[in-house]
T-cell receptor, first 111, second 110 residues
Framework: KAGVTQTPRYLIKTRGQQVTLSCSPISGHRSVSWYQQTPGQGLQFLFEYFSETQRNKGNFPGRFSGRQFSNSRSEMNVSTLELGDSALYLC??????????FGNGTRLTVT | TQLLEQSPQFLSIQEGENLTVYCNSSSVFSSLQWYRQEPGEGPVLLVTVVTGGEVKKLKRLTFQFGDARKDSSLHITAAQPGDTGLYLCAGEGTGNQFYFGTGTSLTVIP
C-alpha cells in the first residue's frame, strides 16, 4: 500500500508570492490533515478535511487555506508569503481520524 | 501556547543506557500517541494509549499514560543508535484535532 505522498519536496519562494502544496493520502483514507513544523513551535495544526469538507481549523491566519477533492487528494495554499512561513509542511491521512499517517513533508523556504 | 510540554528537549546518551522522556499537560486527552521522526521524513506512529494508567510495551520501549490522562512517559531500555530521532507526543482533542508536544531530540552515540 502506497504511503502519503507530498509534492513538491522542496520549494523556494520570495515574500509576497503564493504557493500551493499537494498531498495524496493513503488509498481509502478520507481524512487529510495539514501541519506546520518549525524548530521553535513544533507541529502546529492547520486544518483537517473529510469528504471534501473542512471539519476543523487551527489558529492560523486566513492566508492559509486548503481544499480536498473527491478522490481525497488535498491541496494547501498560502498567499502573500512571509519569511515566518518558512517551515516543513506535513500532511497526514487517516481512515477515521486516528492514527495519523504522515507524508515526508514539503520544505518551504521564503526569502 | 503549547498544550503539551515535553522534557527533556535534547538528550544525548551512550549506546546501552536507559532513558525516559516525559510529556505533560494540564489538559485531558481522549488518547495520546507517540511518534518518532527521522531527518527528512514525516513522523511515524509508535503507539497509542487510551486508558488512564495504561502501560504498553514495544520491544525495548515502554509507554505509560497517566491515571488522569494528562501526561505520558516513554522509557527506552538499552538504547541503540537506531533509536536516534525526534520523539513527539500528541494528544487527541475534540474534532480529530491533535496537539503535538515540542519534541525530544534523542541522539544515541555508538
Amino acid at each position: 500500500k502506497a504511503g502519503v505522498t507530498q509534492t513538491p519536496r522542496y520549494l523556494i519562494k520570495t515574500r509576497g508570492q503564493q504557493v500551493t502544496l499537494s498531498c495524496s493520502p493513503i488509498s481509502g483514507h478520507r481524512s487529510v490533515s495539514w501541519y506546520q513544523q518549525t524548530p521553535g513551535q513544533g507541529l502546529q495544526f492547520l486544518f483537517e478535511y473529510f469528504s471534501e469538507t473542512q471539519r476543523n481549523k487551527g489558529n492560523f491566519p486566513g492566508r492559509f487555506s486548503g481544499r480536498q477533492f473527491s478522490n481525497s487528494r488535498s491541496e494547501m495554499n498560502v498567499s502573500t508569503l512571509e519569511l515566518g512561513d518558512s517551515a516543513l509542511y506535513l500532511c497526514a491521512s487517516s481512515f477515521a481520524g486516528s492514527p495519523l499517517h504522515f507524508g515526508n513533508g514539503t520544505r518551504l523556504t521564503v526569502t | 501556547t503549547q498544550l503539551l510540554e515535553q522534557s527533556p528537549q535534547f538528550l544525548s546518551i551512550q549506546e546501552g543506557e536507559n532513558l525516559t522522556v516525559y510529556c505533560n499537560s494540564s489538559s485531558v486527552f481522549s488518547s495520546l500517541q507517540w511518534y518518532r521522526q527521522e531527518p527528512g521524513e514525516g513522523p511515524v506512529l509508535l503507539v497509542t494509549v487510551v486508558t488512564g494508567g495504561e502501560v504498553k510495551k514495544l520491544k525495548r520501549l515502554t509507554f505509560q499514560f497517566g491515571d488522569a490522562r494528562k501526561d505520558s512517559s516513554l522509557h527506552i531500555t538499552a538504547a541503540q543508535p537506531g533509536d536516534t530521532g525526534l520523539y513527539l507526543c500528541a494528544g487527541e482533542g475534540t474534532g480529530n484535532q491533535f496537539y503535538f508536544g515540542t519534541g525530544t531530540s534523542l541522539t544515541v552515540i555508538p
